[in-house]
């Protein structure tokens, strides 16, 4: 028993002086009194034994990079990439500067929004950063509000405060997401407010929405279903990206409208599942994403 542990032990002070003092194997040989085959022999041992471990980390690949295989596999017209900060937070605070960018890059008159955090945070910051001499004309919900208290799950609080920084002509829903039955919602359709939402969907140049993962049933009382794996825009998508017709009454925009759109923006927030995300980009739903580099590699490895 003792001479194995001593035997561990020299052949862990054999590996300490190789790979941490970046010790030749002669010099080792030398100190040990020992030749220097069996200095060669003890580190295979110690290799074998479990005490050494060598790892080799492939180099990562450039953001360009990342984002150039992202839209090969997807199919997207383009994939913007953020560096994952210290905290989710910092994080989003990261995307949703860059959603703001994107934004006056595509120079949109006619904008729907949906609802999640980074879309709050953005609207948040225009709040105290106003835009002149923009593009955007109107603004409008892609979809109803939640029934939560989170400003953020409100899409007509987000077209509000949008519409307010930017200059526009907000136009707004007024509808819960979630209607319990058929009639209710067909009622809703038939409203003025209704149809001039519907107006504005049909004229769309950018959607910006939000992908979510199971979580956004807890935080906003969202109806999941069952095979879903990731929402958007009121959309959920199984691990195939097939859109999962809905068992109950929401209020979104259409599909087919939905697909008119020159461009649609999926935002992946912080904390977002891989599952989610990937379902999502598959269902061909999105033309761009705005994610973390560390999501754009585990989507790659998972599709490799």
């Known amino acids: 028993m003792n001479y194995r542990r001593d035997k561990l032990e020299r052949l862990a002070r054999v590996a300490h002086l190789y790979y941490e003092e970046d010790k030749t194997q002669g010099e080792i040989a030398e100190l040990m009194c020992v ?3 069996l200095v060669s022999r003890m580190l295979n041992e110690a290799r074998n034994l479990g005490i050494v471990e060598i790892r080799v980390h492939s180099p990562a690949r450039s953001a360009e990079s990342l984002a150039e295989h992202l839209c090969r596999t997807y199919g997207l017209r383009s994939s913007m990439l ?5 905290s989710d937070d910092i994080t989003n605070y990261t995307m949703a500067k860059r959603l703001l960018t994107y934004i006056e890059e595509q120079k949109p008159a006619v904008v729907g929004v949906g609802w999640g955090t980074v879309i709050g945070i ?3 910051m225009l709040e105290r950063v106003p835009v002149h001499h923009n593009s955007i004309q109107t603004l409008c919900p892609l979809l109803g509000n939640s029934n939560v208290l989170l400003r953020q799950y ?6 509000r405060m ?26 809703m359709r038939e409203t003025k407010q209704y149809q001039n939402v519907v107006n504005q ?3 769309l140049d950018l959607a910006i929405i939000e992908i979510h993962d199971d979580s956004i049933i807890e935080k906003t009382g ?9 929402y958007a825009a009121g959309y959920g998508v199984d691990v195939k990206g097939k859109i999962i017709p ?41 033309t761009d994403v705005l994610a973390q580099d560390a999501m754009a590699e585990l989507l790659l490895r998972e599709t490799e």
């Open 82 to 86: 953020v560096a994952e900060e210290e």
């Open 154 to 159: 409100h899409s007509d609080e987000n077209v």
């Open 246 to 286: 809905q068992a109950y009454n929401i209020m979104r925009i259409p599909l087919e409208m939905l697909e008119r759109c020159r461009r649609v923006i999926g935002i992946c927030a912080a904390g977002t599942s891989v599952q989610a995300v990937d379902g999502i980009l598959r269902s061909g739903l999105i």
């Open 162 to 187: 949008l519409a307010e920084a930017y200059d526009a002509q907000p136009v707004f829903l007024h509808a819960p997401a979630y209607y319990s039955c058929e009639a209710d919602a067909k009622m």
């Open 201 to 203: 969907w049909e004229k």
């Open 222 to 230: 969202y109806l999941g279903q069952e095979e879903a794996v990731g």
């Open 122 to 124: 953005a609207a948040k």
């Open 35 to 37: 030749s220097r085959p």
